[in-house]
């Protein structure tokens, strides 16, 4: 469904060790990402996300994300999202970076997308200068997973279907 549209699941890829690369099963992409709980991290995690409507993930994730500050459950080494394929999402655009470089991600996890800021830009539409809401996304992997080409062709498709939303919120 929704996730279909921008996840390849080459992006995706789990790191199993020395020359070893899992990748997800097409029909089931999780997404997860981070909680933040104080002065530590627990997180969310959505199974099979690509078979959901964007209205589902967003409830899930709302409704994950409040279970877990409420019960102050941190990530254990166990999880699953520390071991299954999954899209890693880092949105400290909502605590107002504009720009923000990656950072770490889980050992095994080899890809985290995370939106910035959206901010009202000046930007040229039609030949005439408009203000219009942007936003700058970032993406970081670990070339031992993929090279460039892979996470640079997600991100061209990432921003053409963002470009046009009534292509997936029909």
């Known amino acids: 469904m929704f996730l279909n549209l921008f996840c390849d699941p080459q992006t995706l890829p789990l790191w199993g060790g020395e020359d070893k690369i899992i990748l997800p099963n097409p ?7 981070p909680v933040q709980i104080e002065d530590t991290a627990g997180g969310f995690f959505i199974n099979k996300a690509n078979q959901k409507t964007i209205a589902e993930i967003s409830k899930d994730i709302e409704t994950q994300i409040t279970a877990t500050r409420e019960q102050k459950k941190v990530w254990e080494e166990g999880d699953t999202l520390l071991k299954t394929p999954v899209l890693l999402l880092s949105s400290v655009g909502t605590l107002g ?3 923000f470089d990656g950072g770490a991600f889980p050992q095994t996890n080899t890809c985290v997308l995370g939106p910035r800021a959206i901010l009202e830009k000046p930007a040229v539409r039609n030949g005439k200068i ?11 992997w670990d070339h031992r997973a993929m090279d460039a080409n892979i996470p640079i062709e997600f991100l061209t498709q990432l921003k053409k279907n963002l470009g046009e939303p009534y292509t997936y919120l029909i």
């Open 130 to 140: 408009v203000i219009r809401k942007m936003m700058n996304v970032g993406l970081s």
């Open 97 to 99: 970076p504009v720009e």
């Open 27 to 33: 029909n089931e992409i999780n997404i997860g990402g």
